[in-house]
């Protein structure tokens, strides 16, 4: 399976974006779809996650209420819709895949290469 993650970009304060994760190679059936994130001299950070079904939903405290993450299984992609940016949310956006109801990043087993997102103040 390959992730190929895109929409990144540089935007104000208060800004939105939409990053893309489209998934080829086999379908992602049953697998939770998730966005991680990680600064300059962090670890990387769970963002939020969805089902297959998309039925359930979850989402770090720190993007909750200004986030959302959806997906379209017909076409093999997930979205996260980023509203109400922060200088803070400025990170490498990844989009991952796994069979886990986790947070932790090594528990996901196939990842995109990132998008850069930077929201400047």
């Known amino acids: 399976v390959q992730l190929q993650a895109s929409g990144g970009g540089l935007v104000q304060d208060g800004g939105s974006l939409r990053l893309s994760c489209a998934a080829s190679?086999?379908?992602?059936?049953?697998?939770?779809m998730a966005w991680f994130r990680q600064a300059p001299g962090k670890e990387r950070e769970f963002v939020t996650r969805?089902?297959?079904?998309?039925?359930?939903?979850y989402y770090a405290d720190s993007v909750k209420g200004r986030f959302a993450i959806s997906r379209d299984n017909a076409k093999n992609t997930v979205y996260l819709q980023m509203n109400s940016l922060k200088p803070e949310d400025t990170a490498v956006y990844y989009c991952?895949?796994?069979?886990?109801?986790?947070?932790?990043?090594?528990?996901?087993?196939?990842w995109g290469q990132g998008t850069q997102v930077t929201v400047s103040s």
């Open positions: 991952a895949a796994g069979r886990s109801i986790t947070t932790a990043p090594a528990l996901y087993t196939y």
């Open positions: 190679g086999r379908t992602l059936s049953g697998y939770y």
């Open positions: 969805i089902t297959w079904s998309g039925d359930r939903i």
